[in-house]
């Protein structure tokens, strides 16, 4: 019996292949990061032995409940769900190695605060709301660049990129802007040449829109409901202001 997991992981890398091809772009230069929220243990090891290596969660308790079962596998575990402080201490007993959803300042000095305490660095993104809704979280884009100069004072917080959330959206237009958005932003914060600033990384795209954004400049597509299939709820529900998404 074949594994589903397995099938449609094998279709997602195509898609990617694909539209790193039409983009003009190598495959390589496009990472996929497995969102597995709700996804148990299980069938996340099935994509971990079929060679990929990057997952990432959107709560603290599902870290911490997947971890032992995980931890027998090389891979590396991103935070991208919206991180209230009080929840600092628990994320980083798991292994996180990045944090995309920096948003702002509190947060990233009260992770400061904890990461000299252990005697340790986080590599982080800056999310940005690029979608200008109320439901999401991220900076203002406006906002963007002072937060990123900010950020880059907390000596051991480690900015690699951006992150942002598309427009839930059939219309692919109006996602796109999100994604050339970014991008744009991007670009601002390289110009400004911030002394340790990394702009190497956009996580922007998901199952329903990852060829727009490569072709608009993702290095990393957060991929879930392609692979491990529908969920209970849907990913508005994950990422909605209203929900404790710690």
């Not at 990432?56 to 027998?72: F, P």
């Not at 690029?130 to 480690?158: I, M, N, W, Y």
């Not at 427009?167 to 340790?196: H, M």
């Amino acid at each position: 019996m074949n594994d589903p997991v397995i099938e449609n992981l094998t279709h997602i890398l195509d898609r990617i292949a694909r539209a790193c091809e039409a983009s003009g772009r190598p495959a390589d230069s496009v990472k996929l990061l497995l969102a597995t929220k709700t996804v148990p243990a299980d069938r996340i090891r099935h994509a971990l032995l079929a060679g990929q290596t990057l997952i990432g969660e959107n709560k603290v308790q599902e870290i911490r409940d997947k971890y032992e079962a995980l931890s027998d596998i090389p891979h590396q575990t991103h935070f991208i769900g919206h991180l209230q402080t009080n929840k600092i201490k628990d994320v980083l007993k798991y292994n996180v190695s990045c944090i995309q959803s920096v948003d702002r300042l509190e947060l990233a000095e009260k992770l400061e605060q904890r990461l000299a305490f252990e005697g340790r660095h986080m590599d982080v993104f800056i999310q940005v709301n690029t979608s200008f809704e109320g439901s999401k979280f991220g900076v203002a884009p406006e906002a963007a660049l002072d937060l990123v100069r900010q950020v880059a004072c907390c000596g051991h917080l480690h900015i690699k990129g951006l992150m942002t959330i598309g427009l839930f959206s059939a219309d692919n237009e109006q996602v796109r802007k999100c994604f050339r958005l970014l991008k744009s932003i991007q670009s601002q914060i390289i110009s400004e040449n911030i002394p340790g600033v990394g702009m190497a990384e956009l996580s922007m795209g998901m199952s329903g829109d990852l060829e727009t954004a490569i072709q608009e400049g993702a290095t990393i597509v957060r991929v879930g409901t392609a692979i491990f299939g529908e969920r209970i709820y849907p990913d508005s529900y994950y990422w909605n202001e209203g929900q404790d998404n710690s």
